[in-house]
């Protein structure tokens, strides 16, 4: 397991994880440039990942489309940082512990044995981030 520096001077071993809803195999890269699981669907700057399973969770079962979601372990290719959607003001010292990274994430293997959100914590998440929208409120992509 490898330790990388967030850019921050902080420290985070993993592992990690990727939410999603897209079918991939152990090998395959994600990388920036695609359009993004959520929102406006625009082209994603970045590439998220966490270090905790539940935040893992939340992204497979909100991205975009029919699929079930899926999560897979990750491992950086490159130098990751906070993600500022889920820190600073909101969540001071990261304790979802996510990040971002211009650079590709390698699929390393997929958690099959995960239990997803109540149908009414995700109607509620849901609500909130349609409201989120309403308000012209979406997540950074710079």
């Known amino acids: ?27 395959d890269l994600l990388e920036p440039g695609y359009s993004s699981n959520y929102g406006e669907r625009k082209k994603a700057n970045y590439v998220y990942l966490t270090a905790t399973l539940d935040a893992a969770i939340w992204g497979s079962e909100l991205a975009v489309g029919d699929a079930r979601g899926r999560i897979y372990c990750v491992e950086p290719t490159g130098t990751i940082e906070d993600d500022p959607n889920l820190t600073d003001k909101k969540f001071p010292g990261n304790p979802t512990r996510s990040y971002r990274t211009r650079q590709p994430l390698r699929v390393v293997g997929e958690v099959l044995d995960w239990k997803g959100h109540s149908p009414e914590e995700l109607q509620k998440m849901r609500a909130h981030l349609d409201e989120l929208k309403r308000l012209g ?5 710079n």
């Open 1 to 27: 397991m490898t330790t990388l520096s967030q850019g921050n001077g902080s420290l985070d071993s993993g592992p990690f994880y990727h939410g999603t809803k897209a079918d991939l195999k152990q090998g």
């Open 137 to 141: 409120i979406e997540a950074s992509n």
